[in-house]
């Protein structure tokens, strides 16, 4: 993400906004972990600000219990607070914490089918992914029907498949990160799901072309 | 330079693995990190970078653009977004928990140096934070801007919605920058040609810098042209806005109201407000081309951006101006229509096109 031409752009506009020194320490994700560990309260506040939204929005993907969602990120955190100088050495901290949050989740909805009903407020968003308005194209390869086509493909893969794929484009990870998240045995078999998963789209679009 | 681009390009592909074979398919660049946060984030390193791979490997371009679409034509669903209040809540919990717990406090003396050290340079950034924000008053974690670039090669034009609600239309061969976050004032920075349509808010002036112009609204719908070698065209539509030269040593800026545009010429350093006649600067939004007693030079430019071609003439020896409007056409419609009137010949050689007058 911080290419060196980040710098020659971004100089212009941010530095009347943050100040260099901490913005630096807060950016840098080795160094803002260190401070964590370390104890700083500043650190851990920056921690939970940078990643809240992104874990709340996998653990949506998995349970339309949002107070459930809520709880898991809340236990993740308090153990990290507890045990902050334990703590491995990360060179992510979204992944990290994209992990801790997961594992919660999918350990909480296996022991609630057992003990208790759980309050579904929603229906989780399993993955799905919808046409977006947002960057309708002017100049169009495709039209609103092969759009279509493209979000059924998608939405027809199992349930793993598509996770790799939010993992690679929503929370934008590496083939690395996502082994270690979704516990792939290499970083190959991750890499190899998701092609296989975008291979779906284009025979869809050569089928109906 | 470019040899470094060159070697760079031809170690990347070999990495990943598709250079000796010469059939990409589109999963290849559908599954490249690097294509991907080109097409979600760009930066000027990537755009130098595929529109060089696209130049130099023309038959790749298609699938190139069809790939870049596929990722912007489809996301996955967002669910509602936590309030700040509700997320300090949480916070406050977490926070809490931890006095209740209060295991960490056991820590050893090994790490005393590091917490010192910490410390130190927590003091040491908070002060720089206060000699910044010497109006605020309390000390809270200044929430971390990224900035956010879009950017079209030649041939594309997109639409979407600035963190804010606005709307931009950014045309082809254009590049826009903005932060994540809108803080007190919403500054956008445009390369190239974009239609705005601004969501009101007073509090916070929205303004588009281009090319040394600054153009600030209120709730507007305007268009800036800010091509290089052209004269910067700010059209307004709906609203107000002013406009200014960054470096302000003229005293310049000029206000405009609907149905006036704003001209800076670089070469005069001077702003000249003055009466638009039609909408006819707006219409590429609905990717409509207009000319209007055009010459041709200034069709060729139009065209080469639009359609990401190449055109060469050979016999021009007499002024042209053609008038005419194409919605959605082909290129080779375009020509075929206005070869008629204008009296020339044309071929056209995938990114290459030549005319010939008669």
Redesign the interface.
């Known amino acids: 993400?911080s290419?060196?031409?980040?710098n020659?752009?971004?100089e212009?506009?941010?530095q009347k906004?943050?100040?260099?020194?901490?913005?630096l320490?807060?950016?840098d994700d080795k160094m803002l972990w260190?401070?964590l560990k370390?104890?700083?309260e500043?650190a851990f506040?920056?921690v939970?600000?940078?990643h809240?939204?992104i874990l709340?929005?996998l653990g949506?993907?998995f349970s339309g219990d949002?107070e459930l969602v809520?709880d898991c990120?809340?236990d993740v955190?308090?153990a990290i607070?507890?045990?902050?100088?334990k703590l491995p050495v990360v060179s992510s901290i979204k992944a990290y914490l994209l992990k801790a949050v997961r594992n919660r989740i999918l350990t909480e909805i296996r022991n609630s089918r057992k003990n208790r009903f759980s309050k579904i407020t929603k229906s989780a968003?399993n993955?799905?992914?919808?046409?977006?308005y947002?960057?309708?194209?002017?100049?169009?390869?495709?039209n609103d029907q092969q759009?279509l086509q493209?979000?059924h493909a998608?939405s027809l893969l199992p349930e793993r498949q598509r996770e790799a794929v939010?993992h690679?484009?929503?929370s934008?990870l590496?083939?690395d990160e996502i082994r270690d998240i979704m516990n792939f045995g290499s970083t190959k078999a991750a890499?190899n799901l998701?092609?296989r998963a975008?291979?779906e789209?284009?025979k869809t679009?050569k089928a109906r072309q | 330079m470019s040899d470094v681009i060159g070697g760079f390009l031809e170690s990347y592909f070999r990495r990943l693995g598709i250079m000796d074979d010469n059939k990409y398919?589109?999963?290849d660049f559908?599954?490249d990190?690097r294509f991907?946060?080109w097409v979600?984030?760009p930066?000027?390193?990537?755009q130098l970078f595929w529109e060089k791979w696209m130049r130099t490997h023309p038959d790749q371009r298609?699938m190139i653009?069809?790939a870049r679409?596929?990722?912007?034509?489809?996301?996955?669903?967002?669910?509602?977004?936590?309030s700040p209040e509700?997320?300090d809540v949480?916070?406050k919990?977490?926070?809490g928990?931890?006095k209740v717990?209060g295991?960490?406090r056991k820590?050893s003396n090994y790490?005393l140096f590091?917490?010192i050290?910490?410390s130190i340079?927590?003091v040491?950034?908070?002060s720089?934070?206060y000699?910044?924000?010497t109006k605020t008053k309390k000390v809270e974690?200044?929430?971390?801007?990224t900035?956010v670039?879009k950017a079209n090669p030649r041939?594309?034009?997109?639409?979407?919605?600035l963190p804010d609600g606005s709307k931009v239309?950014l045309n082809?061969d254009s590049r826009i920058?903005y932060?994540d976050k809108f803080?007190a004032r919403r500054?956008i920075?445009l390369q190239g040609e974009a239609f705005f349509e601004v969501a009101e808010n007073p509090e916070k002036p929205f303004e588009v810098i281009s090319r040394g112009i600054i153009t600030t609204a209120i709730g507007t719908s305007f268009n800036v042209s800010a091509f290089e070698g052209h004269n910067i065209e700010v059209g307004l539509v709906t609203g107000k806005i002013s406009v200014e030269t960054e470096t302000q040593h003229q005293n310049s800026k000029v206000y405009a109201g609907p149905g006036e545009m704003v001209i800076y010429n670089e070469a005069l350093n001077g702003l000249q407000v003055k009466p638009y006649a039609n909408l006819d600067f707006i219409k590429w939004?609905d990717?409509i081309i207009v000319f209007k007693r055009a010459g041709f030079q200034q069709i060729k430019e139009k065209l080469e951006r639009w359609y990401d071609v190449r055109i060469n003439a050979r016999n021009l020896d007499r002024e042209m101006t053609f008038t005419g409007e194409f919605k959605n056409e082909s290129l080779e419609r375009i020509l075929e229509r206005m070869a008629f009137v204008e009296k020339f010949s044309f071929e056209i050689n995938d990114k290459e096109v030549n005319i010939f007058f008669e």
Not at chain 1, 17 to 23: E, Q
Not at chain 1, 127 to 132: A, H, K, L, N, R
């Open positions: 993400m290419l060196p031409l980040d020659i752009t971004r212009e506009s941010s906004t943050i100040p260099a020194g901490l913005n320490a807060l950016k260190k401070l370390d104890g700083s500043t506040v920056e939970y600000k940078q809240f939204q709340y929005d949506r993907q949002f809520k990120i809340q955190f308090v607070r507890t045990k902050r100088s968003l993955f799905q992914v919808v046409p977006s947002e960057s309708v194209l002017i100049n169009r390869q495709f759009i493209i979000q998608l939010y690679f484009y929503y934008n590496s083939y890499r998701i092609y975008l291979a789209i284009r679009l | 398919k589109l999963e559908l599954s990190a991907r946060d979600l984030n930066t000027p390193e990537s298609e653009l069809s679409e596929v990722i912007l034509s489809f996301q996955f669903q967002k669910p509602e977004v936590v509700e997320k949480l916070l919990n977490i926070l928990e931890d717990v295991s960490h820590g790490g590091y917490k050290a910490a340079l927590i040491l950034c908070l720089l934070y000699l910044h924000f974690v200044p929430e971390l801007i900035q670039v041939g594309q034009k997109t639409r979407f919605t239309w082809s920058e932060p803080m500054t920075y939004t990717r």
